[in-house]
């Protein structure tokens, strides 16, 4: 497994942008799909976006497409998700995750199906 460690969420407004990193150590990253999840108080963690081993797939959750990118930096072991256009609603405890590349493509990636999870970092988007 990997060992993951997000990092740069914080207090915004609406409207406002934000970049979550997430650091992995332990095994090599390349063998691993990528993805952010995200949980509000009282809700189910939700799928945010994925990208492939290779950086060269993305997908992204229709509540999030055209605000949020996800990205990697495999020579850094890290993964990247920029917010733009934060909405109150984008509040939430934000998760990276991974699944071995082996174990399916990123079009199908549902929460339970991970490998691995960070600590999570809180993003608090206020109106």
């Known amino acids: 497994q990997v060992q993951l460690v997000e990092s740069g969420g914080g207090l915004v407004q609406a409207g406002d942008s934000l970049r979550l990193s997430c650091a992995a150590s332990g095994r090599t990253f390349t063998m691993f799909n990528m993805g952010w999840f995200r949980q509000a108080p009282g809700k189910e963690r939700e799928f945010v976006a994925a990208?492939?081993?290779?950086?060269?797939?993305?997908t992204y959750a229709n509540s999030v497409k055209g605000r949020f990118t996800i990205s990697r930096d495999n020579a850094k072991n890290t993964l990247y998700l920029q917010m733009n256009l934060l909405k109150p609603e984008d509040t939430a405890v934000y998760y990276c995750?991974?699944?071995?590349?082996?174990?399916?493509?990123?079009?199908?990636?549902?929460?339970?199906?991970?490998?691995?999870w960070g600590q999570g970092t809180q993003v608090t988007v206020s109106s």
């Open positions: 990208v492939s081993w290779s950086g060269g797939s993305t």
């Open positions: 995750a991974s699944r071995s590349s082996t174990r399916g493509n990123i079009y199908y990636f549902p929460a339970n199906t991970m490998d691995s």
